[in-house]
């Protein structure tokens, strides 16, 4: 068991540029979530998989913002056109819906800077 | 809705002295409670977790966190602080089908030598 891993780890880019983040879970885990953490905040919900089923989505998620999560392995975030307000690190993390602890296990995070 | 407060933004205790980190939370049924640890630019550790039965949950690293359900509070403690242990942390509740958990803005330990 190697963890949730988060590809890339540090991204800069420019604003108005696209970019896609990739989260690989924990290999049995069948649900997977997205957040996002600004300086000094705790974790904001972004939304949550089951399998390959997208279950929910925070207001957060503007329409510049698309996850998915095919054949319900790994999943990717895009965000399109940039902004400088969503410099931030995006937090993957996976459990197992049936387990009986509901354990969420966290990745390393993306760090998002948009100049 | 559910959410979570931390009314510390910062503490600092000496190395060796007891620590507790409050926690109050918001939820309409009986809640999923964690707390988790983050060093900087790392992602967030399981310290110990709440679901049901002992109100006092032991977690990893000497921690423990207590249930009280008429305070909505789930404060965690430690005997005795190490410096390994000067991080931010986490308390977040989480709803009983599993799905997303809401955190807390955390609290930033700092300590002494």
């Known amino acids: 068991d190697t963890g949730v891993s988060q590809d890339p780890r540090h991204k800069i880019t420019k604003r108005g540029q696209n970019v896609t983040f990739r989260c690989d879970p924990i290999?049995?885990?069948?649900?997977l979530y997205w957040y996002r953490q600004t300086l000094g905040q705790g974790p904001e919900f972004l939304t949550y998989f089951q399998n390959e089923a997208q279950l929910e989505k925070s207001r957060l998620l503007s329409d510049r913002f698309s996850a998915e999560r095919p054949k319900g392995s790994f999943s990717t975030l895009e965000i399109q056109r940039t902004e400088q307000g969503d410099s931030a690190m995006y937090l993957c993390a996976s459990s197992f819906q049936g387990s009986a602890t509901y354990e969420q296990y966290f990745g390393p995070g993306t760090r998002l800077t948009v100049t | 809705a559910q959410s979570v407060t931390q009314p510390d933004i910062h503490i600092t205790v000496s190395e060796g002295a007891s620590l507790e980190l409050r926690c109050n939370y918001s939820y309409g049924a009986t809640p999923y409670l964690f707390w988790y640890v983050q060093s900087p630019g790392q992602g967030l550790q399981l310290l110990l977790k709440?679901?049901?039965?002992?109100?006092l949950v032991q977690g990893i690293k000497g921690f423990e966190a207590e249930f009280k359900r008429s305070q909505s509070s789930f404060n965690l403690r430690k005997p005795s602080v190490h410096w390994s242990d000067a991080a931010e942390y986490f308390c977040?509740?989480?709803?009983?089908?599993?799905?997303?958990?809401?955190f807390g803005d955390g609290t930033t330990l700092t300590v002494k030598p």
């Open positions: 709440y679901f049901s039965g002992d109100t």
């Open positions: 977040a509740v989480g709803a009983t089908n599993a799905g997303k958990s809401t």
């Open positions: 290999s049995e885990h069948n649900r």
